[in-house]
């Protein structure tokens, strides 16, 4: 049996040349927390975490690790639920009585839930090099091309209308058919005026998305699509405030006849369901870097093909592509930042980044993930302890 022997977890940032802002908050860095599992025959596995704060999440990993080492490490379904049954009360669970730690308080529920994602994944790295197969071949896919689009267009102080239009139309000359604009943080009529900058300067063929990032109440949201239907959407992404639920999505999906894109939030493959079933959302972006991990992912894109919506994950394409391999019949497509100068925290992290052809994002063959870490980057960028 491979059995799990230990765990690490490596911070890293890079430094954004100046700030931006989505809708919703501030950015000042790429960042990433690079989990590492190995087991006691030699295997290493590597898993992603996106999001913060990254100690705590770092914390829980460690934490995790003490309740995980020694199980089996090709039993990543146990143990998924092992860790994952930690998050809820159990007869005994307060005193401790089964070995185990207490329940996780629920303050803390975002900070494990993303700890048991690069676990998780790392895992599934493992469970392939194990087998000497990539993810996706283990799953029963094949290697193929992988629609992409590429997102953009966050704020930045003095930017103008056209400088997100030419930021935008370089995604397109660099091969993209695709792009995604940030939206939001300005005023109904700024926030047209902005995106009709944008269509002009790509073009109408190019596939246009809107990353809202919850600027909306459903009001404002109505007659913000309203006001940007004539510039050909292609979704509204996170259109409506953290706080709204499926009912309010489906009074604005049938208020418009934009498609909704949603999920990139969501802990769970629950809360995932609803707002399929109950919300009317037609493109599903579960990230499983930032939650719940790459066990979970695969329910999601189960339950997305059995209600006709398509699985359209947030970020990290070199682990969402073999999702997407692995459940042809109901993926839109991975999302990628475009080149090294764009995305330097993916292109420098990985010795070999996903190759782009024509709008498209190429896999290897490599066992597992595929995915050979340059450590000299990682100790360049590292954070923290």
Same mark, same amino acid.
């Given at each position: 049996m491979t059995r799990i022997a230990s765990f690490a977890t490596h911070m890293i940032s890079?430094?954004?040349?100046?700030?931006?802002?989505?809708?919703?908050?501030?950015?000042?860095?790429?960042?990433v927390i690079l989990t590492e599992v190995r087991t006691d025959d030699g295997l290493v596995g590597y898993g992603e975490i996106h999001g913060a704060p990254m100690k705590r999440i770092c914390e829980w990993v460690r934490r995790f690790g003490?309740?995980?080492?020694?199980l089996d490490a090709l039993a990543n379904v146990a143990v998924w639920q092992k860790l994952f049954a930690l998050t809820s009360p159990r007869p005994g669970g307060i005193e401790g009585r089964d070995g185990l730690p207490p329940p996780i308080p629920r303050g803390?529920?975002?900070?494990?839930?993303?700890?048991?994602?690069?676990i998780d994944i790392a895992l599934w790295d493992i469970k392939g090099k194990a087998a000497?197969?990539?993810?996706?071949?283990? =799953?029963?896919?094949?290697?193929?091309p992988i629609f992409t689009y590429a997102?953009?267009?966050?704020?930045?102080?003095?930017?103008?209308?056209?400088?997100?239009?030419?930021? =935008?139309a370089?995604?397109?000359?660099?091969?993209?058919?695709?792009?995604?604009?940030?939206?939001?943080?300005?005023?109904?009529?700024?926030?047209?005026?902005?995106?009709?900058?944008?269509?002009?300067?790509?073009?109408?063929?190019?596939?246009?998305?809107?990353?809202?990032?919850?600027?909306?109440?459903?009001?404002?949201?109505?007659?913000?699509?309203?006001?940007?239907?004539?510039?050909?959407?292609?979704?509204l992404e996170e259109p409506l405030h953290w706080y709204l639920q499926p009912?309010?999505?489906?009074?604005?999906?049938?208020?418009?006849?934009?498609?909704?894109?949603?999920?990139?939030?969501?802990?769970?493959?629950?809360?995932?369901?609803?707002f399929i079933v109950q919300g009317g959302i037609r493109y599903v972006q579960f990230d499983a870097t930032r939650s719940a991990g790459f066990t979970e992912a695969l329910r999601i894109a189960q339950l997305a093909?059995?209600?006709?919506?398509?699985?359209?994950?947030?970020?990290?394409?070199?682990?969402?592509?073999? =999702?997407?391999?692995?459940?042809?019949?109901?993926?839109?497509?991975?999302e990628s930042h475009g080149g090294p100068e764009a995305d330097p925290l993916g292109y420098g992290l990985f010795r070999e980044h996903p190759a782009l052809r024509d709008g498209h994002v190429h896999l290897g063959g490599q066992p597992g993930f595929g995915l050979e870490i340059d450590w000299a980057f990682v100790d360049r960028y590292r954070r923290g302890p």
């Open positions: 890079v430094p954004r040349p100046q700030p931006v802002w989505t809708a919703h908050e501030e950015s000042k860095a790429w960042s003490e309740v995980a080492n020694g803390e529920r975002p900070q494990a839930m993303a700890a048991l994602a690069g000497g197969l990539p993810v996706y071949r283990l =799953l029963g896919g094949e290697s193929r997102t953009g267009g966050y704020y930045r102080p003095d930017a103008a209308d056209a400088d997100y239009g030419r930021e =935008l370089q995604f397109i000359e660099f091969g993209y058919r695709a792009v995604k604009l940030k939206t939001g943080a300005g005023s109904l009529a700024a926030e047209a005026e902005r995106i009709g900058a944008v269509r002009r300067a790509i073009g109408d063929t190019p596939l246009l998305m809107l990353d809202m990032n919850a600027a909306y109440d459903l009001p404002d949201c109505i007659e913000f699509a309203k006001a940007v239907e004539p510039h050909k959407i292609f979704w009912a309010d999505f489906a009074r604005l999906a049938a208020a418009t006849s934009i498609p909704l894109a949603h999920g990139e939030r969501e802990l769970t493959r629950f809360s995932i369901r609803d093909e059995q209600h006709g919506a398509m699985l359209a994950p947030h970020t990290a394409p070199e682990i969402h592509g073999h =999702l997407c391999l692995a459940a042809p019949r109901c993926v839109f497509g991975v």
